[in-house]
């Protein structure tokens, strides 16, 4: 019988260690993570770019009086994969969802959204990522809730999926939505 030396597994072994770690970070309920410096001021500027035939995303339309799901994300990011139908089921709910597509390919991108469905009013363009830096975002997907008046008020680091949505994303959107039909 042929034996299996230590070194043909260790490596697997160690990147499937790895890997779970990863996946695991982005999904486990993190209370570590940095906040935002956005929260209670106005929202930056967006680009002007946008997707081909999409509505392009204004900072007037942060500022119209309702308020507004912003999420970072790119064709070619798995959790933003992960979290689409959370966003598509956001938009059919009645939700203002806008998509701020960055570091990605046009092609890519529009190909995506109409292979899986838009959940986008509008979006904007970021090719480079110059938005996402001014806006803070470190990876996709990161989600902002702005109000009417174009105040950020959360910001969601990660996909829209799991404990973590349930425990502080939806939570900080019924608030948000409350307040703004208490205005």
């Not at 598509?88 to 890519?108: C, I, Q, S």
């Not at 009013?121 to 480079?128: C, H, I, K, L, V």
């Not at 001014?134 to 996909?159: H, I, K, N, Q, S």
């Amino acid at each position: 019988m042929a034996r299996l030396s230590p070194l043909v597994i260790l490596p697997p072994a160690i990147f499937a260690a790895i890997a779970g770690l990863f996946l695991g970070g982005m999904v486990v309920n993190r209370d570590d993570a940095l906040p935002s410096t956005l929260i209670g001021r106005a929202a930056p500027p967006l680009p002007v770019e946008a997707l081909p035939g999409k509505p392009a995303l204004t900072d007037e339309m942060l500022r119209s009086g309702e308020l507004t799901i912003v999420n970072f994300w790119a064709s070619w990011c798995p959790p933003c994969r992960l979290e689409h139908p959370t966003l598509m089921a956001l938009a059919a709910e009645g939700y203002r969802v806008a998509g701020v597509n960055f570091r990605d390919e046009e092609p890519a991108a529009q190909g995506y959204l109409e292979d899986e469905g838009d959940p986008f009013f509008a979006s904007a363009f970021d090719p480079r990522g110059r938005t996402a830096v001014d806006w803070g975002v470190t990876a996709p997907p990161e989600t902002f809730l702005v109000d009417g008046e174009g105040e950020v008020l959360f910001r969601f680091v990660g996909p829209l999926i799991g404990a973590a949505y349930e425990q502080q994303f939806l939570p900080a959107l019924e608030e948000a939505s409350a307040g703004m039909a208490a205005e």
